[in-house]
Nanobody, 125 residues
Framework: QVQLVESGGGLVQAGDSLRLSCAAS????????MGWFRQAPGKEREFVSS????????YYADSVKGRFTISRDNAKNTLYVQMNSLKPEDTAVYYC??????????????????WGRGTQVIVSS
C-alpha cells in the first residue's frame, strides 16, 4: 500500500521560510514524477511544483517561481519543497502526490494517483 506522508508545515510570518518533506513508501518510485499541490480555504486544489524521477526537469506555478524549490532524495524516497519569502497568499494545506511510473511529468492533478493527507502552512502578515 502506497503511503505519502507530508511534514514540515506550520505557522510562520511573511518573509519566513519553511521546508516541507514527503516520505513515500509502499512501492518503488523509480521513474515516477512527483509533485506538490495546495488548497486554500474555499478554493480548488492548485498545482505548486513537480519534478521528474532524476530531477532534471521541474515545473513551478508562476505564483511560486523564484521562491520555491522542489527536490527529491530517491535514496530516501523523500520529496521536498523549500519555500522562501513566504506570503500570506501561500497559506494552504500542502499535498504531496505521485504519478504512475513512466508517465510524463505534469501540472494536472488528474495525472497523479497517490496523494498524502497534507500539511498545513499558515503565513501571517
Amino acid at each position: 500500500q502506497v503511503q505519502l506522508v507530508e511534514s514540515g508545515g506550520g505557522l510562520v510570518q511573511a518573509g519566513d521560510s519553511l521546508r516541507l518533506s514527503c516520505a513515500a513508501s509502499g512501492r518503488t518510485f523509480t521513474n515516477t514524477a512527483m509533485g506538490w499541490f495546495r488548497q486554500a480555504p474555499g478554493k480548488e486544489r492548485e498545482f505548486v511544483s513537480s519534478i521528474t524521477w532524476i530531477g532534471r526537469t521541474t515545473y513551478y506555478a508562476d505564483s511560486v517561481k523564484g521562491r520555491f524549490t522542489i527536490s527529491r532524495d530517491n535514496a530516501k524516497n523523500t520529496l521536498y519543497v523549500q519555500m522562501n519569502s513566504l506570503k500570506p497568499e501561500d497559506t494552504a494545506v500542502y499535498y504531496c502526490a505521485a504519478q504512475p511510473a513512466g508517465l510524463l511529468i505534469s501540472r494536472d492533478p488528474g495525472k497523479y494517483v497517490h496523494w498524502g493527507r497534507g500539511t498545513q502552512v499558515i503565513v501571517s502578515s
